[in-house]
């Protein structure tokens, strides 16, 4: 049953464990980050929409969502395990304080609850396709950016890839232990192994059929395994349908094998064609995708992130979790499709793999301005930028020397206008060299699009001082996805599959966002203790002068 958790409200009780620190121990305790944790963000976790998670009958009160909710946002800015998270809010005086529990008796967190919630959020996503972790995340990076006084019209994205915690097999061992892991399933619902495939439930035999591999005998083991495979699908037939396992080993002999006319398997070789990059990397998390960027190979996941600053600091505002087979250029697709039509004008600066002609149109459409630091593609005529075209780049509404075409037609598919204009006056236009119209016997021709004059500005934007600008302000994202790999180790989830790699990625974010604004306020202290300071040595000095 949930019922919601106002301890942020809580008067001092007589027993609150600050009655009794020293001074000196409350002066530290309150120089810490979880001063600023306390008094501004976890008053800000909102409870209400993780109501759906418990039952709406009477029952034994949740854990309060929002002790959670900071338990595990703090476990990820500490680095600690989930049991090293729940032992430290037993004892330490500063998670207890962050999370206004040190008036409770006894803290309300088992060695269970984290895990049960996380279950609890990514069963809720799979049903209804809600990610509750993410709009807590971005809802709180909201309120920390107008703490901070960011402006978050001015946006910088980048994406990086996310390592799925496999190990990386060869073919031998993935068909290999997607045979074996069958093999101990249909042991354990009760059925009756052949003799030649019961060495498969052994747990010694991976190590002699792996481990103890010669490379001149990989071929001719991979053939038993295929056949072995084989014979392991013939005694499933249709009873084990809804089985992972089987459900896997028939995925890996579709993506690695081609079967005969006779009915045999053979591995594929690069004459059948090109392995897809989707394939299953390993048993242990069949979401992982395989994918090659800058001369790295990465099994797992990407992240793109949505970041804005201001003097006092950056915040991560939004962030996408996708498969790493997911392109820079869908991420921005996305975004811009998520966004609503913007009242006053935004800015997203990235890097050229956002770009592209259709992201650009859709992002202008909504009032977005799309800055790209580098460009990709053929190069758009420069005479483009000044023509004139309607809202939907559906009509050309002037050319370059401000004439209205007498005739237009629009080709949605490829999204170009054809519009013709007197012949003479083409032939008098100061801009006839830079457009080039084809000349016809009474009219001159002109294929344009929107596609096109958005490339040419873009291009000439390149020059300005602005872009410059601009380019300096993009390049300070980079340091994002360094900085979640050695301080938050997002290489090294405990967990496996898109859901709950996701999760832990966003409490990740999250954290890293608290961290930024915990900085900028004991800056932000120290810059009001100094000016306290000093106009308290003004006041002193001008009262002895008098």
């Not at 291009?459 to 979640?484: C, D």
């Not at 832990?504 to 900028?520: D, Q, R, T, W």
């Amino acid at each position: 049953m949930f019922v919601a958790n106002h301890s942020n409200e809580y008067q001092l009780s007589f027993l609150d464990k600050n009655n009794y620190l020293t001074e000196r121990e409350k002066r530290f305790l309150n120089q810490s980050w979880a001063k600023y944790f306390a008094e501004s963000i976890f008053p800000k976790i909102d409870e209400e929409p993780y109501a759906v998670l418990y039952s709406e009958q009477s029952s034994r009160p949740n854990t309060p969502v929002n002790v959670i909710l900071g338990t595990l946002l703090i476990k990820e800015l500490a680095g600690l395990s989930d049991e090293d998270m729940v032992t430290g809010l037993m004892f330490d005086i500063r998670y207890q304080y962050a999370l206004h529990t040190t008036s409770f008796t006894e803290q309300p967190l088992s060695d269970r609850t984290l895990g049960r919630f996380r279950a609890r959020c990514t069963a809720y996503e799979t049903k209804t396709g809600t990610d509750l972790i993410k709009n807590t995340v971005t809802q709180l990076s909201k309120e920390l950016a107008e703490m901070m006084k960011i402006d978050t019209s001015l946006k910088r994205m980048d994406s990086m890839m996310v390592a799925s915690n496999i190990k990386k097999m060869g073919r031998l061992e993935l068909l290999y232990t997607c045979v074996a892991n069958l093999a101990k399933e249909l042991k354990k619902a009760g059925y009756e192994l052949p003799e030649d495939l019961k060495h498969y439930v052994n747990k010694d035999d991976v190590n002699q059929v792996i481990y103890h591999n010669k490379s001149e005998d990989t071929s001719s083991k991979i053939q038993t395994v295929l056949a072995d495979a084989k014979q392991m699908e013939e005694i499933c037939g249709s009873d084990f349908d809804e089985s992972s396992a089987y459900q896997l080993l028939l995925r890996v002999l579709k993506e690695q094998t081609i079967e005969s006319e006779e009915g045999e398997l053979r591995q594929k070789t690069k004459e059948d064609g090109k392995m897809k990059s989707s394939i299953l990397q390993n048993a242990a998390d069949p979401e992982a995708t395989y994918r090659e960027k800058g001369g790295k190979q990465n099994r797992g996941y990407v992240a793109n992130l949505t970041e804005s600053r201001s003097a006092e600091g950056s915040i991560i505002t939004d962030y996408q979790y996708e498969q790493n087979t997911y392109s820079d250029q869908q991420f921005m697709k996305d975004a811009i499709e998520e966004m609503r039509e913007q009242e006053n004008k935004i800015t997203v600066v990235t890097d050229g793999a956002y770009g592209g002609a259709e992201n650009s149109v859709a992002a202008r459409e909504k009032n977005i301005e799309l800055i790209t630091t580098n460009l990709t593609g053929r190069a758009a005529e420069d005479i483009l930028a000044e023509f004139e075209f309607n809202e939907d780049g559906s009509r050309v509404i002037k050319c370059a020397n401000g004439i209205e075409p007498k005739s237009n037609s629009y080709n949605q598919k490829t999204g170009q206008c054809v519009v013709s204009f007197k012949r003479d006056q083409c032939e008098s236009c100061p801009f006839k060299d830079a457009c080039h119209p084809k000349m016809n016997k009474k009219t001159a021709r002109k294929v344009v699009s929107i596609k096109g004059k958005i490339r040419a500005e873009q291009q000439r934007m390149r020059g300005s001082e602005k872009f410059s600008a601009m380019t300096k302000y993009r390049n300070g994202v980079e340091a994002l996805p360094s900085l979640l790999r050695r301080r938050y180790k997002v290489d090294q989830m405990p967990v496996r599959g898109k859901k709950l790699t996701k999760l832990y990625f966003g409490f990740k974010v999250g954290a890293l966002n608290i961290s930024k604004f915990c900085e900028a306020m004991k800056r932000r202290d120290k810059c009001a203790q100094k000016q306290k300071e000093e106009n308290g040595l003004r006041q002193m000095l001008k009262t002895s002068v008098q």
